[in-house]
C-alpha cells in the first residue's frame, strides 16, 4: 500500500527555468555593465536559484540604489565578477547590505506618503478616497 523505501516514487515535475551550468545573458550583461559604469563602490550579492527563479545577482552601489538581473547558474557568478570588477558575496551567508535596506525602507515610505497624499486629495474633491469615484 504504502511505499516506504520510494524507489517507484514519481520525481516532481518541477525544474528551474534554465540548467545550471547556464551563464548570464547578453542582454542581463549590457544591462549590469551599463548600470555600474560610472557608480562608486559596486558590490554583487549572488541569489540562489530556487525552483521558480533561476540564480540571480544584486548589485549595490554606495547609496544604496540597486539593480537585479538573472545569471543562470553558477557559471554566471565568474562572468559577474570578471564583467563588473567587484568584490561578489553570497547573500544567504552575508544578507544584503544595511544602504540597500534602508534605501528600500526609504522609498516605501516616500510612495506611502503620496498614496496618501492622493487619497486626501480624492477625498477633498468630494469623491471615493479609495476608488477616486464620484460619490
Known sequence: MFNIFRRNASKSQL??????GDTIRQADAAALRDWA???????????PETVVNEMSVVVVDEQGDYIRRRIGGPKGIDAVAKLLGCPVFDAEETGYPQRMRERME???????????????????QGRNPETGEAV
Open 15 to 20: 525544474r528551474p527555468p534554465r540548467a545550471p
Open 37 to 47: 559604469q560610472g557608480r562608486e563602490f559596486v558590490e554583487a550579492y549572488i541569489e
Open 106 to 124: 526609504r522609498e516605501r515610505v516616500l510612495r506611502r506618503r503620496e498614496e496618501q497624499r492622493q487619497r486626501r486629495e480624492r477625498f477633498s
